[in-house]
């Protein structure tokens, strides 16, 4: 039987992992490193950002949440609609999204979902930029909503086409 790792308490995450390329997440009393990014994955963050900013969001992108103390997530993307208060989050921001990397999960980007859910977000979107779909959860739907490439991710009145987020990444850049 293997040993299990002793919980580390945040304060002790922060002196091992603050500055750590790629970043790493807190997640009660373990660090779970984030996947490496690729251009693809940045791409989609910064062309969410400005959708959203045009749209009247204020997105920020890699920002640490302090909405608990047992957990301290690095969503890819969040966006609130008024101003930000303080250096980190300590309310769950109306929107939060993930993108999946390589070596990232379906199934682990649905469990954070379901955290940001529980502490307040109105909605998380999980893009899968391979397969250029996404996942969107909602407080008002029990389930994850699949979100097909002619299909838009939604939040409140907000609309963003899929279509317009991958055209502008053909625009951007050529995949091998």
Avoid at 13 to 32: C, M, S, T, V
Avoid at 35 to 54: D, R, S, W
Avoid at 94 to 104: K, W
Wanted: proline share 9%; net charge negative.
């Amino acid at each position: 039987m293997a040993a299990q790792p002793v919980p580390l308490s945040v304060e002790e995450f922060h002196r091992l992992y603050d500055g750590a390329k790629p970043a790493y997440e807190y997640w009660f009393g373990q660090a779970i490193q984030k996947p490496p990014a690729n251009n693809l994955h940045g791409l989609i963050q910064f062309i969410l950002a400005k959708l959203l900013e045009k749209a009247g969001w204020n997105p920020n992108i890699e920002v640490r949440l302090k909405v608990i103390r047992e957990a301290e997530p690095v969503p890819d993307l969040i966006a609130v609609r008024g101003k930000y208060r303080g250096l980190y989050p300590k309310q769950a921001p109306e929107l939060c999204v993930e993108i999946l990397s390589p070596g990232d999960t379906l199934r682990r980007a649905l469990e954070k979902a379901k955290h940001y859910i529980g502490w307040g977000s109105e909605a998380v979107w999980i893009i899968d930029p391979e397969r250029r779909t996404a996942w969107m959860c909602s407080r008002e739907a029990d389930e994850p909503v699949w979100v097909a490439p002619g299909r838009a991710l939604k939040i409140g009145d907000t609309a963003i086409p899929l279509a317009a987020v991958f055209e502008e990444v053909d625009g951007a850049m050529e995949l091998e």
